[in-house]
């Protein structure tokens, strides 16, 4: 995006002398007022390059200009037991939580929506780097990395290139880096088929003395980038894509996308880790969005001073690159550091050890002001924060949805049930295998799940673990889930729904929650409805993060995921991340043995709007979600953390989407042993009738496995702890005689079951010959 019409730089003295000089601020995305807003903090018109600045860190992805006013509950909404083990919480590149023994833990989600769209490969890829340079910057050295991932229908022609690229690019990358893919979901729906969501959660790992901060202090401090030569992939990508809609046409941005080297990130991150481990860094900031105007604007506006930068000492892959060009790349696997004259010699020889490109570009200042020359001349003169901290902040209309009252009104209580056993048998083998439900091996088999050898759950378990202390075994449990058919219904307490899986998740592997990040994925901000669910979402989170006691430390909102003028639904992902004291406790997500007892804590209630069996059998949106009770949730976590200390638990799965069918599915499935169920004791106690039983989605609900010589100690801490259990099964049959008996209603065999669950999307997007 060249915005200078030559090669001649449009400097301060020239912006001062031609003030009616006409610019295209609307082109980059700035509004009237925005462009006003401006001239007034100048008291000029902005220079080309000041414009460049300005438009891209005015930008909605990099300054949530729509969002922040409601944002900012995550930091008043707080207690004191939320700030015990946080470290670092919103405002920097990740929040970092003490988890015990001198470790902390780094952590963060991204979205890279529309790049992935338009490229689904370089999309996905450059996510997973975006991300990882974030965990980077604060110190740490990355650990795993999850993904979220939202497309369009099963059977559109566009949803294989979407999945297949996206798939691809997050697989290459991660590996490439050596990084253990641990997590994530999968989700059909058309609703995303012009705007899929391709969202990245990131994890680090630090010892507490090894914290870094984005800021640049000290008059005379060296600003050093390295990493990637700068060249003209992704310019504007931060203004352009992320902050507007796609025409129904498709993709044509493709000059915006970023193109990603994992290779020469994976020489930057064990670069980064020996310049800490010498203590070479004053502060440090990953090049992301919005490129050198992001990096220096920010890490000069975080410092106590100002900063001066030459921007012909930026390496770049084009000489023929206008100022303006250089300022807006978001050329990837590049970092900008502020060093110390001291240490500057020992800072250049690592990186030259390490084949790391970098160049001294400026310095630190005491004068409170960016600066910025370009050959000879001086072409920004701003101050800093007005850039990266003080841009427009908006209160946009918000209004409840017209639709909103019918939708809900629109129960499934008046769906048809089955009324016979064969009808339930097809009905569970439907949802089952449903896209939604079925087996995602067919994607995270392409994963790497294992890299670096300390991963202790993975794909298909409720959260994925990784260990961090190899000596103590002390670990971390992660989980990010999202349910965007509830946030239709209710976005508050669909957001708050998403919040409970998440915990509950990192809950059943034995670990015990202590924070969030959240990727908050929406439509258009100028759409009074978007923002009205916007704002029920961030406040549903906020009010359920207070309940929990556990602190939000950042995250991310993308905003404008629409085709044309059709928004998606909410999609708030929201991740729970959690500390275990040894990993050799986890808990899987299936049973492993026969003759156990299985024990189903909670109450099922007749809760199946929005559910995976209304969805699957009825193509049926419409009601309330699930009631939400997070003080039994918090009940819930604390029984089956107890029962993991002392050992009386051998498996255990939540009750999400789906139900108890589901659950019991692929607790059977996870490692071919089978289950007698009876509904009998819930269809008396909770009043339900047996589809209810097995397709509602009733929440603090969760299925383990007791060994025979544990029953009467898990039967008392269950009644110690107020927590309803009824035992529902036992666990029986291995191999060929594997089968999963629903009592008085159906059979499977969990081979078959097994064979039809992962066939679903192979059938789809296996690759044939003749492709």
């Given at each position: 995006?060249?915005?200078s019409p030559?090669?001649q730089?449009?400097t301060?003295?020239n912006?001062?002398a031609t003030?009616?000089?006409?610019?295209?601020?609307?082109a980059?995305?700035l509004a009237?007022?925005?462009?006003?807003q401006i001239r007034?903090i100048?008291?000029?018109?902005p220079?080309?390059?000041?414009?460049s600045?300005?438009?891209?860190?005015?930008?909605?992805?990099?300054?949530?200009?729509?969002?922040?006013v409601?944002?900012?509950?995550?930091g008043q909404?707080?207690?004191?037991?939320?700030?015990?083990n946080?470290?670092?919480?919103?405002?920097e590149?990740?929040?970092?939580?003490?988890i015990?023994?001198g470790?902390?833990?780094?952590?963060?989600g991204?979205?890279?929506?529309?790049p992935?769209?338009?490229?689904?490969?370089?999309?996905?890829a450059?996510?997973?780097?975006?991300?990882?340079?974030?965990?980077?910057?604060?110190?740490?050295?990355?650990v795993?990395?999850?993904?979220?991932?939202r497309?369009?229908d099963i059977?559109?022609?566009d949803?294989?290139r979407?999945l297949?690229?996206a798939?691809?690019?997050?697989?290459f990358?991660?590996?490439?880096?050596?990084?253990?893919n641990?997590g994530?979901?999968?989700v059909?729906?058309?609703?995303?088929?012009?705007?899929?969501l391709?969202?990245?959660?990131g994890v680090?790992a630090?010892?507490?003395?090894?914290?870094?901060l984005a800021?640049?202090s000290?008059?005379g401090t060296?600003?050093?980038?390295?990493?990637a030569?700068?060249?003209?992939d992704?310019?504007?990508?931060?203004?352009?894509l992320?902050?507007?809609d796609?025409?129904?046409?498709?993709?044509t941005?493709?000059p915006a996308?970023?193109?990603?080297?994992p290779f020469?990130e994976?020489?930057?991150?064990?670069?980064c880790?020996?310049?800490?481990a010498?203590?070479l860094v004053?502060?440090?900031?990953?090049?992301?969005?919005?490129?050198?105007?992001c990096a220096?604007?920010?890490?000069?506006a975080?410092?106590?001073g100002?900063?001066?930068?030459?921007?012909?000492?930026?390496?770049?892959?084009?000489?023929?690159?206008?100022a303006?060009?250089?300022?807006?790349?978001?050329?990837q696997e590049?970092m900008?550091a502020?060093?110390?004259?001291?240490?500057?010699?020992?800072?250049?020889e690592?990186a030259?050890?390490?084949?790391?490109e970098?160049a001294v570009?400026g310095?630190?200042?005491?004068?409170g002001?960016?600066?910025?020359?370009?050959?000879?001349e001086?072409?920004?003169?701003?101050?800093?924060?007005?850039?990266?901290?003080?841009?427009p902040?908006?209160?946009?209309p918000m209004?409840?949805?017209?639709w909103?009252?019918?939708?809900?009104a629109?129960?499934?209580?008046?769906l048809?049930?089955p009324?016979?056993?064969?009808e339930?048998?097809?009905q569970?083998?439907?949802?089952?295998t449903?896209?939604?439900?079925?087996s995602k091996?067919w994607?995270?088999?392409?994963l790497?799940?294992?890299?670096?050898?300390?991963?202790?759950?993975?794909?298909?378990?409720?959260?994925?673990m990784?260990r961090?202390?190899?000596e103590?075994?002390?670990?971390i449990?992660?989980s990010?889930?999202a349910?965007?058919?509830?946030?239709?219904l209710?976005?508050y307490r669909?957001?708050?729904?998403?919040?409970?899986?998440?915990?509950?998740?990192v809950a059943?592997?034995?670990?015990?929650?202590?924070?969030?990040t959240n990727c908050l994925?929406?439509?258009?901000p100028?759409n009074p409805?978007?923002?009205?669910?916007?704002?029920k979402a961030?406040?549903?989170l906020?009010d359920?993060?207070?309940e929990?006691e556990i602190?939000?430390?950042?995250?991310?909102v993308?905003?404008?995921?629409?085709?044309?003028?059709t928004?998606i639904?909410?999609?708030?992902?929201?991740?729970v991340?959690?500390?275990?004291?040894n990993?050799?406790?986890?808990?899987p997500?299936?049973?492993q043995?026969?003759?156990?007892n299985l024990?189903?804590?909670?109450?099922?209630?007749?809760?199946?709007?929005?559910?995976a069996?209304?969805?699957?059998?009825?193509d049926?949106l419409g009601?309330?979600?699930?009631?939400?009770?997070?003080t039994?949730?918090q009940?819930?976590a604390?029984?089956?953390?107890?029962?993991t200390?002392?050992?009386?638990?051998s498996g255990a799965?939540?009750l999400s989407?789906?139900?108890?069918?589901?659950a019991?599915?692929?607790a059977s499935?996870?490692?071919?042993v089978?289950a007698?169920v009876w509904l009998?004791?819930i269809?008396?106690r909770?009043?339900?009738?047996?589809?209810?039983a097995?397709?509602?989605?009733?929440?603090?609900r969760a299925?383990?496995?007791v060994?025979?010589e544990?029953?009467?100690?898990f039967?008392g801490?269950?009644?110690?702890r107020?927590v309803?259990?009824?035992r529902?099964?036992?666990?029986?049959?291995?191999?060929?005689?594997?089968?999963i008996e629903?009592q008085?209603?159906?059979?499977?065999?969990v081979?078959?079951l097994?064979?039809a669950w992962?066939?679903?999307?192979p059938s789809?997007?296996a690759v044939t010959?003749?492709?």
């Amino acid at each position: 995006m060249n915005i200078s019409p030559s090669q001649q730089p449009d400097t301060v003295a020239n912006a001062q002398a031609t003030p009616e000089l006409e610019q295209p601020y609307a082109a980059l995305g700035l509004a009237d007022d925005e462009y006003q807003q401006i001239r007034d903090i100048l008291g000029r018109r902005p220079t080309s390059g000041e414009l460049s600045m300005y438009s891209v860190m005015w930008s909605e992805h990099c300054s949530y200009k729509s969002s922040k006013v409601h944002l900012r509950q995550f930091g008043q909404k707080t207690n004191e037991k939320m700030q015990e083990n946080l470290i670092v919480g919103i405002g920097e590149n990740a929040g970092v939580v003490d988890i015990g023994e001198g470790w902390a833990i780094t952590f963060k989600g991204e979205s890279h929506n529309s790049p992935s769209f338009i490229e689904p490969f370089q999309g996905a890829a450059t996510g997973v780097g975006g991300i990882i340079r974030d965990i980077i910057s604060m110190g740490a050295r990355p650990v795993a990395i999850m993904d979220q991932l939202r497309v369009g229908d099963i059977d559109h022609p566009d949803t294989a290139r979407v999945l297949r690229g996206a798939v691809e690019g997050a697989s290459f990358y991660a590996g490439a880096l050596g990084l253990p893919n641990i997590g994530g979901e999968t989700v059909f729906n058309k609703v995303y088929q012009g705007n899929p969501l391709v969202n990245v959660l990131g994890v680090g790992a630090l010892r507490h003395e090894d914290l870094h901060l984005a800021k640049a202090s000290g008059k005379g401090t060296k600003v050093v980038i390295f990493g990637a030569r700068t060249g003209a992939d992704g310019i504007g990508g931060a203004s352009v894509l992320a902050s507007a809609d796609f025409s129904e046409d498709g993709p044509t941005d493709r000059p915006a996308v970023q193109l990603g080297d994992p290779f020469l990130e994976n020489l930057i991150i064990d670069c980064c880790l020996e310049l800490f481990a010498e203590g070479l860094v004053e502060g440090i900031q990953d090049l992301g969005a919005a490129g050198i105007s992001c990096a220096t604007s920010e890490l000069a506006a975080n410092g106590d001073g100002g900063m001066y930068i030459e921007l012909d000492s930026v390496p770049v892959r084009d000489e023929a690159m206008t100022a303006e060009e250089i300022l807006m790349s978001e050329s990837q696997e590049r970092m900008m550091a502020v060093v110390t004259p001291a240490n500057l010699e020992r800072f250049l020889e690592i990186a030259d050890k390490w084949k790391v490109e970098a160049a001294v570009i400026g310095e630190v200042t005491d004068n409170g002001r960016l600066i910025i020359n370009w050959r000879g001349e001086e072409i920004v003169n701003v101050d800093p924060s007005t850039v990266a901290n003080d841009g427009p902040v908006y209160e946009r209309p918000m209004q409840e949805p017209s639709w909103l009252a019918e939708l809900q009104a629109d129960s499934a209580s008046k769906l048809a049930r089955p009324t016979t056993g064969a009808e339930l048998r097809d009905q569970f083998v439907s949802v089952v295998t449903s896209p939604n439900q079925a087996s995602k091996e067919w994607l995270t088999n392409q994963l790497d799940s294992y890299a670096q050898g300390n991963t202790a759950l993975t794909f298909p378990d409720s959260a994925g673990m990784i260990r961090v202390d190899e000596e103590s075994g002390l670990g971390i449990a992660v989980s990010a889930d999202a349910n965007s058919r509830y946030c239709q219904l209710d976005a508050y307490r669909g957001t708050q729904l998403a919040l409970a899986e998440a915990f509950r998740n990192v809950a059943v592997t034995g670990a015990v929650p202590m924070a969030v990040t959240n990727c908050l994925n929406f439509g258009s901000p100028e759409n009074p409805e978007v923002m009205w669910q916007f704002a029920k979402a961030v406040e549903g989170l906020a009010d359920g993060c207070l309940e929990l006691e556990i602190p939000v430390t950042g995250g991310n909102v993308s905003m404008y995921n629409s085709t044309g003028q059709t928004p998606i639904y909410p999609t708030p992902v929201v991740g729970v991340v959690g500390v275990i004291d040894n990993v050799a406790r986890r808990i899987p997500s299936g049973w492993q043995d026969e003759g156990e007892n299985l024990y189903l804590l909670g109450v099922t209630r007749e809760e199946l709007d929005g559910s995976a069996w209304a969805e699957t059998l009825h193509d049926h949106l419409g009601g309330v979600p699930p009631l939400l009770d997070l003080t039994a949730e918090q009940n819930l976590a604390g029984l089956l953390q107890a029962a993991t200390m002392g050992g009386i638990i051998s498996g255990a799965t939540d009750l999400s989407d789906g139900g108890l069918g589901q659950a019991v599915a692929e607790a059977s499935l996870r490692f071919g042993v089978g289950a007698r169920v009876w509904l009998d004791e819930i269809i008396s106690r909770d009043g339900v009738d047996a589809a209810t039983a097995l397709f509602s989605e009733s929440q603090a609900r969760a299925l383990v496995s007791v060994p025979r010589e544990e029953d009467v100690k898990f039967r008392g801490l269950c009644e110690g702890r107020g927590v309803p259990v009824l035992r529902v099964g036992v666990t029986d049959g291995t191999g060929d005689a594997a089968q999963i008996e629903i009592q008085d209603q159906f059979t499977i065999s969990v081979a078959e079951l097994g064979a039809a669950w992962r066939e679903t999307l192979p059938s789809r997007f296996a690759v044939t010959p003749a492709e």
